[in-house]
């Protein structure tokens, strides 16, 4: 099969690396990395991949112009290969740059085509019962070429199954890990999160340090499929718990908010990585920063309402002087905040665009200026 993983844009490399690392070979486009799989690869890219939001299978590709096109050819596909009789199946569209423009009608054709072609298969009259497991479909179209998939996610992957408590405009678990997987940081290495909020950051950096899978306490829709052996999981899940590392870690996530602080720990209780990170209710301008050779991995208020912006410029500048003090850190610091440099003090060695949900921001990285 061919298999889609998609992510936030920004983040092609770190999915395609992290699939490489699985031993697979990628190509990528904007938002999405392929990949060539079995149903055990469809449960495995699921359980491990850290950055990505969904696995999606690839149905089936072709060009369309017109709606009589796109319906014989999704009427064509082998849709008995896939979905039951009892199959729900809603449909999602997307359509970019294409002569067909309008998502309602692509919905309402591709969901016609799949109807006929099971009534057809299965000598059915009348509406199908859609009562049985769901087969999410989406029929994307990028100048008139059309992609059908299958999604095997269901929530997005960043829904590890720990943060029970969110806290204000969290930052998702999949950002945070490809935030980490974007910096230096190696598990020896001490590591700070200075504005930890629910805690994301330090706890997807201790989850990937002990080596546990981002998906070992989630629920996948493939595990509903009725073609899909509940094997393969429970296999490749006690195979990941076998794989878990006890190490020690130098870990540090602060905030100034205390109730924070308790979100935070609650959070990391449920991930499994309360003891390997070191909380601490502390203002950033009284951070003191020990030991040599680390990476600090900031995610401050964006101050996103003009009236927050003086208070949050504040703590950049803040955030300059008291890792100014660290040289052989290397400090990363996700803003949306176009001015930042000027607040922080120092033009970054590298700054990279990424979306955090909505929300345009940068990645500004700080390289150590020196190693210990």
Do not use: C
Not at 47 to 64: E, V, Y
Not at 114 to 126: E, F, H, L, P, T
Not at 217 to 237: G, T, V
Not at 281 to 297: F, M, N, P, Y
């Amino acid at each position: 099969m061919k298999l889609i993983a998609t992510m936030s844009s920004g983040f092609e490399a770190i999915t395609a690396r992290e699939l490489q690392d699985l031993g697979y070979e990628t190509q990528t486009e904007n938002g999405k990395v392929y990949f060539d799989g079995e149903y055990e690869d469809i449960a495995k890219a699921n359980l491990w991949l850290r950055s990505a939001d969904r696995i999606k299978i690839l149905i089936g590709t072709f060009k369309a112009t017109s709606f009589e096109e796109l319906f014989d050819k999704v009427y064509a596909i082998d849709w008995d290969q896939w979905l039951p009789l009892n199959a729900a199946f809603p449909i999602k569209a997307r359509t970019v740059k294409s002569k067909l423009h309008s998502e309602r009608d692509i919905q309402a054709i591709t969901k016609k085509a799949i109807v006929n072609k099971m009534a057809d298969i299965y000598m059915r009259r009348g509406r199908l019962p859609e009562s049985g497991a769901t087969f999410q479909i989406e029929t994307r179209i990028h100048k008139d070429e059309v992609e059908v998939t299958l999604d095997t996610t269901g929530a997005s992957l960043y829904k590890r199954g720990y943060r029970v408590e969110h806290g204000a405009a969290p930052l998702k678990e999949n950002f945070a890990a490809a935030m980490i997987l974007l910096t230096v940081w190696h598990p020896n290495m001490p590591f700070i999160d200075p504005t930890t909020g629910s805690g994301t950051i330090a706890i997807e950096a201790a989850r990937l340090a002990r080596n546990i899978a981002p998906g070992i306490q989630r629920h996948f829709l493939f595990e509903d499929f009725d073609w899909f052996d509940p094997k393969i999981l429970s296999n490749l899940k006690e195979e990941a718990r076998a794989g878990e590392k006890d190490v020690d870690l130098n870990i540090f996530a602060s905030d100034i908010d205390g109730s924070m602080i308790d979100v935070a720990k609650l959070n990391a209780h449920d991930a499994g990585v309360l003891h390997d990170i070191q909380f601490k209710q502390i203002a950033l301008k009284d951070l003191k920063i020990e030991g040599d050779d680390g990476v600090i991995i900031a995610n401050p208020p964006y101050g996103q309402r003009m009236s927050d912006m003086e208070g949050v410029r504040k703590l950049y500048k803040e955030m300059g002087e008291v890792f100014s003090t660290a040289p052989t850190w290397s400090k990363y610091i996700l803003t949306s905040d176009l001015e930042f440099e000027k607040y922080y003090g120092e033009k970054a060695t590298k700054k990279r665009k990424l979306y955090n949900g909505s929300i345009r921001t940068d990645y500004y990285q700080y390289w150590a200026t020196r190693r210990h």
